[in-house]
């Protein structure tokens, strides 16, 4: 009659083979939650120059010669810092303004992300 069960042989095998692959995924675990800290950060900065270009676009609609001292510079307080520059006229047309390029610049845990937007006059 033949015993049932594993031999002492097979499940240190097993063992060290579980244990290989348990040692493998642990290491990868710290440069998991660096990874997703900095995906993070990246998605706050998008996030934030996404919403001051917004206003950007529809102050310069209302009023393409604005200096755009209405609007709101974003990240104030989250750690996140953000600097623009005055709209710069790329381009006149019979003596107006009529492509503008506006920069915005921000900062999080010491990476800094660099936007520009160009926009036309519509009239």
């Given at each position: 009659?033949?015993?049932?069960?594993?031999?002492?042989?097979?499940?240190?095998?097993?063992?060290?083979?579980?244990?290989?692959?348990?040692?493998?995924?642990?290491?990868?675990l710290p440069g998991l939650a660096t990874t997703n800290s900095r995906t993070r950060d990246d998605q706050r900065v998008l996030l934030a120059a996404q919403?001051?270009?917004?206003?950007?676009?529809?102050?310069?609609?209302?009023?393409f010669d604005s200096t755009l001292s209405t609007v709101t510079v974003p990240g104030v307080g989250s750690g996140l810092s953000c600097t623009t520059t005055t709209p710069v006229d790329l381009e006149t047309l019979n003596g107006q303004s009529a492509l503008k390029r506006v920069?915005?610049?921000?900062?999080?845990?010491g990476k800094t992300h660099n936007f520009s937007l160009d926009i036309a006059r519509t009239s």
């Open positions: 009659m033949k015993e049932q069960g594993f031999t002492l042989i097979e499940i240190l095998v097993a063992l060290a083979i579980f244990s290989i692959v348990v040692a493998a995924i642990i290491t990868m919403g001051y270009f917004e206003q950007v676009r529809g102050e310069l609609r209302n009023n920069k915005l610049s921000c900062t999080i845990n």
